[in-house]
């Protein structure tokens, strides 16, 4: 289960779980194929909420491979966190987009901000 809209089409069609079903539920997916903001979207239109999300431990350099990480593989190494986000501005605080979020910075103001109306962990 990766989030993707074919884990879901799966869900409904072999399962016969509906949004119904999922509405209000925290879901739990591997995050790996698709990016965070894509897998929290297809939660979202399902009505979940809130989606947990956790690294595929396939994609991690097992020490029983004895395999060198990346760039050498395409292993990520054993203690590597992957820190993807939710908001798609650019770099750092959304409300200064691009800029330090010092105490004379400019803001945006916040209803002008397309901040995620959901919640969504990596464990």
């Known amino acids: 289960n990766f989030g993707q809209l074919a884990d879901y089409q799966i869900l409904s ?23 965070a903001d894509e897998q929290m979207s297809f939660a979202y239109q399902m009505g979940a909420a809130a989606l947990l999300l956790y690294p595929d431990p396939e994609h991690y350099n097992s020490p029983n491979l004895k395999v060198k990480p990346f760039p050498d593989s395409p292993y990520m190494p054993a203690d590597a966190v992957r820190h993807d986000s939710l908001i798609w501005n650019g770099l750092g605080d959304p409300q200064t987009p691009g800029y330090p979020a010092t105490s004379y910075a400019h803001r945006l103001p916040l209803q002008s901000l397309n901040l995620p109306k959901y919640c969504s962990q990596l464990i």
């Open 13 to 35: 069609t072999v399962y016969n779980i509906t949004r119904d079903t999922i509405a209000g539920k925290i879901l739990i997916a591997k995050q790996f194929h698709l990016t």
